[in-house]
């Protein structure tokens, strides 16, 4: 059925339409504004066909007879309110410039011709944004962005999971400002969709979400306390079940003082959902460059590093000057290490070892011993690791990293390690998913547009430019997209965009965005955002509904965070988890046998956690009464060293 | 205007670019101003009076005209003309304005049919209609080609005149309430005994007043009017009529601001005047601006004009 008459196409010598822009005129009270989906239809054919022209509207004009506002005045005597009552109403219209969206056909591809102007149908909406053809038919693989609502047109925009996840292009950043949930809420709700609407000849695909500030992604598997029947019904309509993520797992580094996880996450009925995140000296020493500086490590340092890494550590090291053999698998085997070497020449007033100056090995010494202080929590003394299921991951599952309570370097290194990790298996295929989207908020921290060229900024360009090829996704969320770097933001496929700051639409990025669009974006309401894709022309504005998970502030008030714990409790606590029957009498019996050492209650709690034996207080005891030995979750072999950023790792 | 060019070229006549309206290029009214005495019909004598009570709308519909002349080519000193005419009626709803029915439109190529090879003629009204300039007219043209051009001009004056009249009519017989006519009304034998019709005449080369009356009559303040007068013409109908200040001239021109109003000369003339005279006042706003004639245009007759360009035939 064809929709009523809008408008009509015009254009004047000085206002022409362009095969990229036309304008039209309606009535007063047209339901048309920034963002409406038009179609253009002409009544001349071209090579025998009708054409017909969608497209958005990006501008709007609104005007009278009048020359100059004094006229009004005139006219009104200088009073206002006799304007009012004047009783005829000046001739007034409505002018609305409109983006090409699309000609059909598109060649020969003329300026967009006169005719009637129309709301686009749901049908207009799907060959205007060209999801004709990638949303219907055997090769079906839209994944639904928001829903389209313009003047009682409701209409599912839909994604190309080709162009979201790779191999055509892939990325998503998502910008806007903060404290309109708009970021976070979008990346969840458009996650829900993925794990609903990627079909399953695209393969398996998990997602690895770093929270990286409060509780944000903490309850994501704990339905959301409302949600409105407006909600409900855009799940409906975009074909998404209202429900929170079926599988999630939740890993956070111990607290620096070790006897509770440094996550917000930690309210008794959820605290057994997070997994502790710590990697040995191994796990860190791969990633030392993310913590060392380069002011502070020069190229002898660099190379006693590399020697340690290939040389020392994970393999039985021996030398003349050394007491023996030394077998370096953590942080306090390494101290043990330097400790004996410098001794020993500083015992034969020896200035150089293996062409390295005493000097350098005790630079080396001070840098890396400070890793595990700086890191604690994240980082063992003692090499205990507990990581990530690289190898295991499961196809629509999140991995939710819990980094908010890290220092700034802790954060880096578990970006740093997790990214190149997943990347690693991805290359291998030994993942267990075929697609991973990572999702980092406060992208502009990790990868800024201007500062020092750090190792994670690095990283996260070399996934921008190459990480579709693999199947490992960014999808990366920004306040201001202006300070993420070009090549990270130009590589990201798609594009949303929440309520903006008007200091960041002035930037020049936003350009190409009309003055109208730049202001319906600096007052978008939250559940709105305004969508950039390959296959849409122009960018378009849709709603998407509340995510079906409870919030963050939602979940520290209905899970409130438990108090910190005593080292009895937090041990009982964490045993409780693999035998739920022992008491913190128990714990405190076995504790007051092991004396006062906390470090060797912590370590010995850790490997039994990891290790999870039939007889846990058994086991928690016999730990505390000999030295913990490393332990490696999984016994992998050491971990590849890392290509350099700077080649092309994916063969183009 | 290219149905004219396709008849013209197809008859062998060279076409050359379109230059200035004739409106433009001629003085159609070129007699000298006048003043004329009148019958008073309110009192025995002309005298000035304050409207009383205050401006109200009243008026539902608004007619106006307009009309383009251009000449085509020559043939010889002869100027062939064409003329483009519409008009409206334009209902105020809501102060919205409508067109009322349908604009009534016409164009025609405009050449003095005597002055011109036969065959030429007739070819031309085989393809376009033809008004010929010297039907009717008592005198042959000179053949001077102004004075030609001039003929055509008022050829097309009367066409729009024809099309306003038309629509008086239609008004008269079918129009609800009020209607405010751009000029006079005394062409119009049905708006002149309808007391739906107004007629506000802008222009003013003749004065109806004795010179001694020429002071009060130019001397109105704003919202003042002369009591009415009759007007009577041989080839006119009777119509009441008197003068009325729209706006203060100040220091301006004694013309500013000054309108004459004409309306059938029936009923109470006085109660009627009054009444009349507070509508046109209250169609002072929106002021008429930017045209030049704004102090005496009331807003409704601009946008109708406005209306009128944008069907305008080209």
Known sequence: MTAPVLGRVVATERRPNTPHEFHFWTALDAPVGVGTIVRVESTRPVNGVLPCVYGVVTEGFGYTDLQTPLHDVLGADGEPGASATAPTERTEIRLYTAAVLRQVPEEPLQPVPMGTVHLATEAD???????????????????????????????????????????????LAISGVSGLATKTSAVQWLLASIFTHLPARK?????????????????????????????????????VPADPFARVRYFAPWHARGTHLATLRTHDALAESVTPLTWGLRETLQYAEVLLSREDIDAKADALIDFIKERVVDQRFEDKL?????????????????????????????????????????????????????????????????DLPFGAFEDRAVYVVDVAQLEEDAQDLVFARIISQLREHLEKRALGVEQVVVFVDELNKYAPSDGADTYVRQMLLDIAERGRYLG????????????????????????????????????????????????????????????????????????FPRPAVLTGREGVEQFPPAEVPTLEMAVAKTLRRLDPSITVGQVQDVLALAGDDEEAILRARNVTLLKR??????????????????EVVGGRGPAPLRVPASGDDYGG | MRAAIRALRAAGVGVGAAGAPLELRTTVDDAAPRVEPVTPLEGDRLAVRAVPGVPAPGIRAFLDGIQRSQVLAHVGAVPLVHGAVAAAVRVRKARRMRTWGEARRREALVLPVAALDAALTATLAGAVPLVDTTAGEPAPPSGHPQDLAARALTAVQRMREAEELALVAAW???????????????????????????????????????????????????????????????????????????????????????????????????????????????????????????DVMVYGIRECEEYLTAILPR
């Not at chain 2, 500013?256 to 507070?278: K, M």
Request: hydrophobic letters at 40%.
């Open chain 1, 125 to 171: 909406v799907q060959a205007a944004l060209r999801m004709d053809t990638y949303v219907q038919g055997s090769d079906a693989r839209g994944i639904p962005v928001g829903a389209y609502r313009s003047g009682g047109t409701d209409a599912a925009v839909h994604l190309d999971a080709d162009f979201l996840l790779g191999p055509e292009a892939a990325h």
């Open chain 1, 203 to 239: 393969g398996k695909v998990a997602a690895v979400c770093f929270n990286v500030k409060g509780p944000d992604l903490c309850f994501i598997d704990r339905p959301a306390t409302r949600l409105d029947p407006a909600d409900r019904a855009l799940y409906d309509a975009l074909g």
């Open chain 1, 322 to 386: 050394l007491d023996g053999a030394h077998e370096v698998r953590s942080f306090a085997d390494l101290e043990r290490w330097f400790r004996e070497l410098l001794q020993a020449m500083e015992a034969g007033n020896q200035e150089q070892w293996r062409t390295h100056h005493i000097a350098t090995i005790r630079k080396v010494r001070n840098r890396l011993g400070n890793i595990s202080t700086r890191c604690k929590g994240l980082v063992t003394d003692d090499g205990t690791v507990s």
């Open chain 1, 472 to 543: 490992l996704v960014l999808f990366g969320a920004q306040q201001f997209r202006s300070q993420v770097h070009r090549r990270v933001v130009g590589n990201s496929g798609t594009q949303l965009f929440g309520r903006m700051d008007a200091d960041e639409l002035a930037t020049p990025g936003y350009q190409t965005l009309a003055p109208a669009t730049k202001a319906r974006l600096a007052t978008l309401e939250k559940g709105q955002l305004m969508v950039r894709h390959p296959h849409f022309g122009q960018p378009i504005f849709v709603r």
């Open chain 1, 613 to 630: 034996p039939d007889n846990v207080l058994a086991f928690f005891s016999k730990q505390l009464k000999k030295r913990v030995a490393p």
């Open chain 2, 172 to 294: 008269v017989a079918d129009g609800d309430g009020p209607l405010l006519v751009d000029g006079g009304i005394s062409g119009s034998p049905e708006g002149a005994r309808a007391e739906s019709v107004i007629g506000v005449v802008k222009s003013h080369r003749t004065l109806y007043a004795a010179p001694s009356e020429l002071p009060l009559v130019l001397g109105l303040r704003e919202g003042e009017r002369t009591t009415a007068v009759a007007l009577h013409s041989p080839r006119r109908n009777p119509v009441a009529s008197w003068y009325l200040r729209l706006r203060d001239p100040g220091e301006r021109s004694p013309l500013f601001g000054l309108v004459r109003v004409e309306v059938a000369p029936t009923g109470d003339l006085t109660a009627r005047a009054d009444a009349v005279s507070r509508w046109v006042l209250a169609e002072r706003a929106p002021v008429a601006l930017p045209d030049p004639r704004w």
